[in-house]
């Protein structure tokens, strides 16, 4: 079982910068998977990005080239970085870990882009 705690949400004007963290309450070298999910009222949760203990990272369309996700392993954390931030990334952002077949969600930071 692991529990995950995210932070760095905040108000943002286009254009700006913010640094998501999800901590983790055990290590998080062996989780199979660790991903960034986002959900705006009255739509479905959409996928972000990921990145699995082999190292590899892969992006939704929509932030490829302006989000970052990496991980400190060291840390129990995984970070999304997110540049150019744009009005219609406005929503709740969402931890996952994805480990022995089971799925871990967080509690959720808010990201508003507004000017």
């Known amino acids: 079982q692991v529990q995950l705690v995210e932070s760095g949400g905040g108000l943002v004007q286009p254009g700006g910068s913010l640094r998501l963290s999800c901590a983790a309450s055990r290590s998080i070298f062996n989780i199979a998977a660790m991903s960034w999910y986002r959900q705006v009222p009255g739509k479905q949760r959409e996928f972000v990005a990921i990145t699995t203990t082999g190292g590899s990272t892969s992006y939704a369309d929509s932030v490829k080239g302006r989000f970052n996700l990496s991980r400190d392993n060291a840390k129990n954390t995984v970070y999304l970085q997110m540049n150019s931030l744009k009005p219609e990334d406005t929503a709740v952002y969402y931890c996952?870990?994805?480990?022995?077949?089971?799925?871990?969600w967080g509690q959720g930071t808010q990201v508003t882009v507004s000017s």
């Open positions: 996952n870990a994805l480990t022995a077949g089971e799925d871990y």
